[in-house]
T-cell receptor, first 115, second 117 residues
C-alpha cells in the first residue's frame, strides 16, 4: 500500500515562528503536493513538485515555501507564521499522469494552530 | 469562475437508500479526469472513483458510480445502499489537460453527507 506520512498530526506555534511541515512517501512517486484545507473552501493547492529540486506554485503560495531535496520527502515551510495560516495541511503524492487514473494519495494531515 | 462546483454543502440520506452528490466542472480542455474523494471525520482523504473525459462508460466501483454527462459538464457521484460509515465529507476534483498542469487537481468545496439510521 502507498503510504504518505506527515511529521505531526497537531502543531501549535506562535506568530512569527518558522514552521516546518514534513511529508514522506514510500512509493517512489515523482509528484508531491501541499494543500491547505479550510471549512467551506475545500482543498487549495499551495505548492507542488514534479521532481527533486523542482517546484511550482499552486493557487495560494504566498507566505509559504517548499523544499524537495530527496524524492521521497517534501517539506512545507512557513517562514514567519501568522494567525491566518491556522489550517489543516494535507500532503499528497502521485505518479506522473500517463493516461491512467494516477490518483493522488494523501497523508493524514497536520492541523496547525498559530497563536 | 469556479472550476469545480459542488452546490450541496450538506446532504442527509436514510440508511440503505441511494444518494446523489452533485458536481459540475468547467474546462476548455478536451482531455481531463474527474475524481471523487471521501474524507471521514478522522481526516484522511480516500480516493473513491475516477472518470476520464474519453471514457464512454460511466465509472463504477462497488457501491459507487459516477454519472458522467459530458455535454452538461457534470460528474455526479451516486452511492447506492447507503451505510452509516458513508457519513463523511465528499470532494469532487478535476485534473486538466497536459503539460505541467497535468499534475494538479482542482477541488470543489465539498458536500457533507450524513447517513441516518
Amino acid at each position: 500500500d502507498v503510504k504518505v506520512t506527515q511529521s505531526s498530526r497537531y502543531l501549535v506555534k506562535r506568530t512569527g515562528e518558522k514552521v516546518f511541515l514534513e511529508c514522506v512517501q514510500d512509493m517512489d512517486h515523482e509528484n508531491m503536493f501541499w494543500y491547505r484545507q479550510d471549512p467551506g473552501l475545500g482543498l487549495r493547492l499551495i505548492y507542488f513538485s514534479y521532481d527533486v529540486k523542482m517546484k511550482e506554485k499552486g493557487d495560494i503560495p504566498e507566505g509559504y515555501s517548499v523544499s524537495r531535496e530527496k524524492k521521497e520527502r517534501f517539506s512545507l515551510i512557513l517562514e514567519s507564521a501568522s494567525t491566518n495560516q491556522t489550517s489543516m495541511y494535507l500532503c499528497a503524492s502521485s505518479e506522473t499522469p500517463s493516461g491512467g487514473v494516477n490518483e493522488q494519495f494523501f497523508g493524514p494531515g497536520t492541523r496547525l494552530t498559530v497563536l | 469562475a469556479q472550476k469545480i462546483t459542488q452546490t450541496q454543502p450538506g446532504m442527509f440520506v436514510q440508511e440503505k437508500e441511494a444518494v446523489t452528490l452533485d458536481c459540475t466542472y468547467d474546462t476548455s480542455d478536451q482531455s481531463y479526469g474527474l475524481f471523487w474523494y471521501k474524507q471521514p471525520s478522522s481526516g484522511e482523504m480516500i480516493f473513491l472513483i475516477y472518470q476520464g473525459s474519453y471514457d464512454e462508460q460511466n465509472a463504477t466501483e462497488g457501491r459507487y458510480s459516477l454519472n458522467f454527462q459530458k455535454a452538461r459538464k457534470s460528474a455526479n457521484l451516486v452511492i447506492s445502499a447507503s451505510q452509516l460509515g458513508d457519513s463523511a465529507m465528499y470532494f469532487c476534483a478535476m485534473r486538466e489537460g497536459g503539460g505541467g498542469s497535468n499534475y494538479k487537481l482542482t477541488f470543489g468545496k465539498g458536500t457533507l453527507l450524513t447517513v441516518n439510521p
